[in-house]
Every structure is written in structure tokens, then in C-alpha cells.
């Protein structure tokens, strides 16, 4: 219900099919499943639906717009985009390292070579060409990465480290000619987390205000 007056019902699935389909090589829809859920345990608690219950409030509306807020970036409707969120709350980041233990890849740009060996010159050893994108590169030592102290989880080349890195838990990808910043689903990052679980109270709140508007 609350969805319905933020999305047409049929637009959303659409959507979804596709953010889903597109999601397979980062995520499986068990990783998916167990995120929204980590989120849906926290919004409860922001949004408890006895408060809203009069109105027709369910548990359903919680998890359709946690949905909502998986896959669309509130710069669409007006808000802030999936990358200003991130920014501005950096202090959601517990420096658990499982995003530098478990990366499968760390892309390099070739725009940061020079800054990264300015600042890291042994770092030349440790980067090779990256086999998916051609004039690019990546980390040679990954799983988890060599730059991690195994102590503190902090980054021994901060820095100067990759875009990937500082944009972590925001993934750039390619969509139709167009680039992106989609949320790298982890349910066991409380980043990850918490940035859902903001965008999904955003929207939660605008769709009431509506709902009460009507």
C-alpha cells in the first residue's frame, strides 16, 4: 500500500525484475534475502507499525519499502543520491575489514596510478592489468588484501587509496550507457546496512505523509 504512492505497482516490478538480474554477479538472491531482512529487523524499531496501525500500516508496507529502497536512488524522487548518504555518514562504517578480506577484485583506475605510486612506490609489485576491463588495472594480492593490518582492520595505504575503497559500500557499475552507484548488499556490513535502512526511512515517512495527505 504505502509503496503504491511512491511507485506504480507495475513500474516497480519491472524494475526490480531487472535491478535483480543485474544484482546475480555481485549478489545471490539468498545474499539479497538476508540483507533486507537485517533491514526489516531495524526499521521495525524505527517504524513501528502499532503507531501507524489506524491507518493500515503493515509489516508488509515495511518490507516493500525496504524493496524500494534496495534498488532505486532517492535522487530519482527528489532526495539525496545513494553517494551523498554515504558521505555524510561515514561514522556507520564499524571497521569490521570483511569489505578488504573478502573484495573478489579491488579496480584500479588508470587516472590513479601515479597518485598510488607517489605516495606507495613498492605498490608497483603489487598491481597487474585487470583482465575484464582492458587500459585498467587491480590489486594482485587479494583475499584478503595484503594493505589490511590483521590487528587494527585499518588500511596501511588510506590515503591514497583506490576510489573503489573510499566508495565502498557503493559499487560503480555500467546501466544501459549509463554509470550508477549501487549498494554492494552485505547483510553482515553495518554500512551497507544502515544506508538501506536510512533511504528506506525516508521513503517510509514521504509515503505517509502522502498517505495522510489523502
Known amino acids: 500500500m504505502l509503496r503504491d504512492l511512491l511507485i506504480e505497482k507495475d513500474f516497480f516490478e519491472e524494475i526490480r ?26 526499521l521495525k524499531k524505527k517504524r513501528s507499525v502499532k503507531k501507524y496501525k489506524k491507518l493500515g500500516v503493515t509489516k508488509s ?30 561514522e556507520w562504517c564499524t571497521i569490521c575489514g570483511r569489505c578488504c578480506r573478502e573484495s573478489e577484485s579491488i579496480f584500479i583506475h588508470k587516472d ?23 587500459g585498467h588495472y587491480e590489486l594482485k594480492d587479494i583475499r584478503p588484501c595484503k594493505y589490511i593490518d590483521p590487528e587494527t582492520n585499518r588500511c596501511g595505504i588510506y590515503d591514497s587509496r583506490p576510489q573503489v575503497c573510499r566508495s565502498y559500500p557503493l559499487v560503480l557499475v555500467e546501466s544501459g550507457g549509463k554509470s550508477k552507484n549501487i549498494i554492494n548488499l552485505r547483510h553482515s556490513c553495518n554500512y551497507s546496512v544502515q544506508l538501506v535502512l536510512e533511504k528506506s526511512i525516508i521513503l517510509f515517512d514521504e509515503a505517509l505523509r502522502r498517505l495522510e495527505k489523502n
Open 61 to 90: 508496507d515495511l518490507k516493500e519499502i525496504i524493496e524500494l529502497a534496495d534498488i532505486v536512488g532517492l535522487d530519482v524522487l527528489g532526495g539525496p543520491s545513494n553517494l551523498d548518504i554515504a558521505k555524510d555518514h561515514q
Open 17 to 42: 525484475k531487472k535491478a535483480l538480474e543485474s544484482d546475480e554477479e555481485e549478489n545471490s538472491l539468498d545474499e539479497i534475502d538476508l540483507f533486507e531482512k537485517a533491514v526489516f529487523k531495524r
Open 112 to 134: 590513479e596510478l601515479n597518485v598510488l605510486f607517489t605516495f606507495n612506490p613498492d605498490l608497483k609489485e603489487g598491481i597487474i592489468p585487470n583482465k575484464q576491463y582492458p
